[in-house]
T-cell receptor, first 113, second 111 residues
Framework: AQSVAQPEDQVNVAEGNPLTVKCTYS??????LFWYVQYPNRGLQFLLK??????LVKGSYGFEAEFNKSQTSFHLKKPSALVSDSALYFC???????????FGSGTRLSIRP | SQTIHQWPATLVQPVGSPLSLECTVE??????LYWYRQAAGRGLQLLFY??????ISSEVPQNLSASRPQDRQFILSSKKLLLSDSGFYLC??????????FGQGTRLTVV
């Protein structure tokens, strides 16, 4: 079945340290992969996407993600975390240009000062 | 540019009362529209999606229904709300070949 998994419910990082939020997907064709961020009582905001091309994708607010086909992963990273990065992060996958987008369960990122 | 509007932002309704949440999209035609529910600030549950006027697909049996009366309008309804219907409801427009665009959400509290 087509799915996406975020294995960590919560990630805690000190401000200034690098952060990684993990995401893996089930294998089926060539996936389109996305990351979204959600602040309290708000809709989801798009961060970045991988459709094709360079495996390292750069997005908003200094975030980047690497598409790793052999490990079926699309981890979100940032070299230096900010307290304002604290939010709920969702990974999502789409298996064709017209299919539904499937969201992961979300990872709460907490950055301590 | 395309935008997606969702209202109301918050809603408190008694058990057994009806519900109507509205979502509209500007700047495009024939959008694929989706309703999601998010419980307790966690994952998104897909409720309904629509690829055109009058076309509704239901993902999960619910106390809810959806309608697409106009090309850029998507409505989520209930005849009688349950306590379990409380949550954060999100409308999304998902074009071909690209990412989803979300409304700002409706916080529904059933009391």
């Amino acid at each position: 079945a087509q799915s996406v998994a975020q294995p960590e419910d919560q990630v805690n990082v000190a401000e200034g340290n690098p952060l990684t939020v993990k995401c893996t997907y089930s294998v089926s064709g060539n996936p389109y992969l996305f990351w979204y961020v959600q602040y309290p009582n708000r809709g989801l905001q798009f961060l970045l996407k991988y459709i094709t091309g360079d495996n390292l994708v750069k997005g908003s607010y200094g975030f980047e993600a690497e598409f790793n086909k052999s490990q079926t992963s699309f981890h979100l990273k940032k070299p230096s975390a900010l307290v304002s990065d604290s939010a709920l992060y969702f990974c999502a996958v789409r298996y064709s240009s017209a299919s539904k987008i499937i969201f992961g369960s979300g990872t709460r990122l907490s950055i301590r000062p | 540019s395309q935008t997606i509007h969702q209202w109301p932002a918050t809603l408190v309704q008694p058990v057994g009362s009806p519900l109507s949440l509205e979502c509209t999209v500007e700047g495009t035609s024939n959008p694929n529209l989706y309703w999601y529910r998010q419980a307790a600030g966690r994952g998104l549950q897909l409720l309904f999606y629509s690829v055109g006027i009058g076309q509704i697909s239901s993902e999960v049996p619910q106390n809810l229904s959806a309608s697409r009366p106009q090309d850029r309008q998507f409505i989520l309804s209930s005849k009688k709300l349950l306590l379990s219907d409380s949550g954060f409801y999100l409308c999304a427009w998902i074009p071909l070949n690209t990412e989803a665009f979300f409304g700002q959400g409706t916080r529904l509290t059933v009391v």
